[in-house]
């Protein structure tokens, strides 16, 4: 089975799986789980925990529902179930002698090269003094603008960001179906699956629960994010007794592959962004120039989709509207709307002053 040859693994645990339908934590669930980490630790594996449930555990403290909250009340709420979750993993594996530290990560954390750079080290370090971090988007001061929404992408984002070799997003189904289980009993669990195209995206219904703010969905974009990170990634059914032995004894999972071999950790942060800020269109010889390994110039850009500033990610796209490369832009939209088409010689003419000859330069290009 894979998992027996990864060293570095990041799991991911929803709210659904935490906590009972009355916003109750699951302990004896916990409990197991913490003996799985426990024997995964014992192989010499490096755990990160992505949990949720911060939302869910307020609300039961407060005696108050979940749905309806508003923004402003639920970064309230977020910021006593934070005290109440960790408390929870706090005690529960302190019985397995597990010692965790909480992160809280926004968006932005992961976005700017600087912060995910920072937070790769300290999860590092914790990984070396042999603590358990567990993660949780930070809630308290993310607004909808600039958050994640879910973990299971947060996930994949932390997972590239340290350089996981998987990541194990623990759901209330099995795995992929072909159709929403709950609702057809003749759909069938997909087992692997070693490239997200248009059939697996149909696939992937939205699953409605109580305290979860993911779905299927979610879960593609993450697996996105992983395969093209060199990182594997399996959805199993986190409801089991022991969930992670369970990976290991069944097949009663979906595993998706890498489509690409580890890349250099800054390259596996580009590809990893979950939010670029535009888009540029090129042409045919530029697609090919950049399949050889070229920097992208600005006579190959056709238009511009979007505004960024220099240093932003960026989607690069053919004519026909496929996504073929990802990148950090040199320029502001604005100057490459300015010299899209034209030579590189001519940069300084238009724009008035001197400044590189690449759109994006091929150390900042990462192929898709």
């Known amino acids: 089975m894979y998992i027996n040859k990864f060293k570095k693994i990041v799991i991911k645990v929803g709210s ?16 197991e789980f913490g003996k799985d980490i426990k024997d995964l630790i014992n192989k010499k594996k490096q755990i990160v925990i992505v949990s949720s449930g911060a939302i869910a ?24 179930g ?7 993993y706090k005690k529960t594996f302190e019985e397995n002698k ?26 590092d370090n914790l990984l070396t003094m042999g603590i358990v971090p567990v993660v949780n988007e930070n809630d308290t001061t ?21 350089g996981a070799d998987c990541l194990i997003l623990l759901s209330d189904v099995d795995g992929l179906y072909t159709d929403n289980p709950k609702k057809n009993k003749e ?17 992937a219904t939205r699953a409605e629960n109580l305290y979860g703010s993911g779905g299927m969905k979610t879960k593609i974009d993450a697996a996105k994010i992983c395969q093209l990170s060199g990182c594997y990634m399996v959805i199993a059914n986190g409801n089991n007794k022991n969930p992670i032995k369970k990976i290991l004894e069944s097949k009663k999972c979906t595993w998706f592959l890498p489509r690409i071999s580890k890349l250099d950790a800054r390259k596996q942060w580009i590809i ?49 509207d496929n996504e073929c490369a990802r990148g950090l832009t040199s ?38």
Not at 101 to 123: F, V, W
Request: proline share 2%; charged share 30%.
């Open 331 to 368: 320029f502001s939209s604005i100057e490459i709307d300015k010299i899209k088409g034209s030579h590189s010689s001519k940069i300084k003419n238009i724009l008035g002053y001197s400044s590189r000859e690449e759109i994006i330069h091929k150390d900042d290009l990462v192929i898709v």
């Open 272 to 320: 990893g962004s979950v939010a670029p800020k535009g888009e540029i269109i090129i042409d045919q010889g530029a697609i090919k120039a950049i399949n050889n390994g070229k920097s992208l110039l600005p006579a190959g850009v056709k238009k511009i989709k979007g505004s960024f500033e220099k240093g932003d990610h960026i989607l690069v796209k053919g004519q026909n």
């Open 16 to 31: 659904s799986i935490l906590v009972d339908e009355e916003g109750k934590p699951k302990k004896k669930w916990l409990q």
């Open 187 to 203: 759909t069938k669990l997909i087992e692997t699956v070693k490239k997200v195209d248009e059939n697996i995206i149909k696939y």
């Open 57 to 80: 555990m307020g609300c039961e403290y407060l005696k108050i529902k979940k749905s309806g909250l508003k923004v402003d009340k639920s970064q309230a709420v977020a910021s006593i």
């Open 98 to 123: 597990i010692k965790i530290s909480q992160i809280l990560l926004t968006l932005d954390d992961t976005e700017q090269r600087r912060r995910s750079i920072n937070a790769r080290r300290t999860i």
């Open 142 to 162: 993310a607004t909808t603008e600039i958050k994640y929404g879910d973990n299971d992408r947060l996930a994949a984002r932390v997972s590239q960001i340290i």
């Open 82 to 88: 934070q005290i109440e979750l960790m408390n929870f």
